[in-house]
């Protein structure tokens, strides 16, 4: 009885904060949510103002987040996905093959740079494997 009551229960997403949240509750929300046209059109006038090269992109404009840190299993299955071995992808990186053996052995972690091109070579290995 208990599998009838989930199955007709309405699907729920995670918010980024981990709460469950309906369907229907993320709707809800959206058709309450205020609509602020000048807002928009100053955002629009930004971007536009951006890729024309009037204005510079800064800090006050745009957030980026810190590239999260690799665990060992990753960057090992990483090295695997490229076939390369610790030296090609210690050669690749710039950095030492003893910072990629620590970096899989979970003995340390990488760097800022280092996370940031772990970051990129897992989702465009091409490009690693392009520019070295």
Do not use: C
Not at 5 to 29: F, H, N, V
Not at 72 to 99: C, D, M
Not at 115 to 123: D, T, V
């Amino acid at each position: 009885m208990e599998k009838a009551a989930k199955a007709t229960s309405p699907k729920a997403s995670k918010t980024p904060s981990g709460k469950l949240r309906t369907k229907s509750e993320i709707l809800d929300a959206l058709e309450t949510m205020p609509f602020d046209p000048a807002s928009l059109l100053r955002s629009a006038t930004q971007l536009t103002e951006i890729l024309e090269g009037r204005s510079k992109v800064t800090l006050r404009k745009v957030s980026v987040s810190a590239p999260r840190v690799p665990g060992p299993e990753q960057i090992a299955s990483l090295r695997k996905r490229l076939n390369v071995s610790q030296a090609v992808l210690a050669a690749y990186l710039g950095v030492r093959p003893t910072s990629v053996m620590s970096w899989e052995y979970g003995r340390r972690q990488p760097s800022g740079a280092a996370r940031r091109l772990l970051q990129i070579a897992s989702l465009h290995p091409e490009i690693l494997l392009e520019v070295a």
